[in-house]
């Protein structure tokens, strides 16, 4: 390789993981907006409860999500049964509120052997853990699900819709596949940079928000390893040694 398209693309290594940094770490002006968030979140749950006597139901199904995003979970589950074979699939509903989508997609005969988590921040939800979608990489570490989706959920209502998204992207396994309701889909030039950055590949984008797959390998493809500063240093000390060594022997100086 070109010393100066090595030194290049060493640049750009950096400068793209010092970007994805940026989406990873939460400042404390970030974590307060979160935790505005989740008072305001708890406030309207408390009066939407004294006002109608009863506490709000998220009414959200199969049916209604797949007309949401205009897609369908059997083909979106055959695709991934195609991608890995012989394993249990792992699905995130995140923001799942009182939905019955995750009891409803794990009933259907296409399901097969699957696991469904449903997070949520509302106390009144039947969430199985209690973690904002900004937190979902802390909780669970990365790559571990084949679906997410969010529909109408944290993505949606985070005040940091571009980390939001980034902390779904995490915690997919590459090749799997995210139904995200998120503000992005309206920003039509931003939401192609994101998606060079975050390595995905985006299928579809309507109001409602996007569906995508994440990539596997590199964003242009698997790279070939370049060699470090230090290696090539090292080299060239050697060979320089070497080249000293033999005009000492060839002309006894």
Known sequence: MNPKKRRMWIRQGQ??????????????????????????????????SGV???????????????????????????????????????????????????????????????????????????????????????????????????????????????????QIVSVLKPGGIGVVSTPLAEAEKRLPQLAKRFNITIHQINAQGIVFTKNVGGAKGKRKRGVSRMRIRSSTAKSGRGIFAWIKTRFGR
């Open 15 to 48: 400068k793209r993981r010092r970007k994805n940094v940026s989406f990873a770490s939460i400042s404390h002006a970030e974590r307060l907006e979160i935790a505005k968030q989740a008072r305001e979140l708890y406030q309207s749950e408390l009066f939407l």
């Open 52 to 166: 109608l006597g009863a506490k709000l139901r998220d009414q959200r199904n199969l049916a209604q999500i797949e007309g949401l995003h205009r897609v369908k979970f059997k083909e979106v589950v055959e695709r991934l049964r195609g991608r890995f074979p012989n394993q249990r699939l792992e699905v995130l509903d995140e923001g799942a509120g009182r939905s019955d989508f995750g009891n409803q997609l794990v009933s259907k005969e296409f399901a097969g052997n699957m696991n469904v988590t449903r997070t949520d921040i509302r106390s009144w939800t039947q969430a199985d853990r209690e973690v904002n979608v900004i937190g979902i990489v802390e909780e669970f570490g990365k790559g571990r699900f084949h679906l997410v989706v969010s529909s109408t959920g944290g993505a949606h209502s985070s005040p940091l819709p571009e980390k939001a998204l980034f």
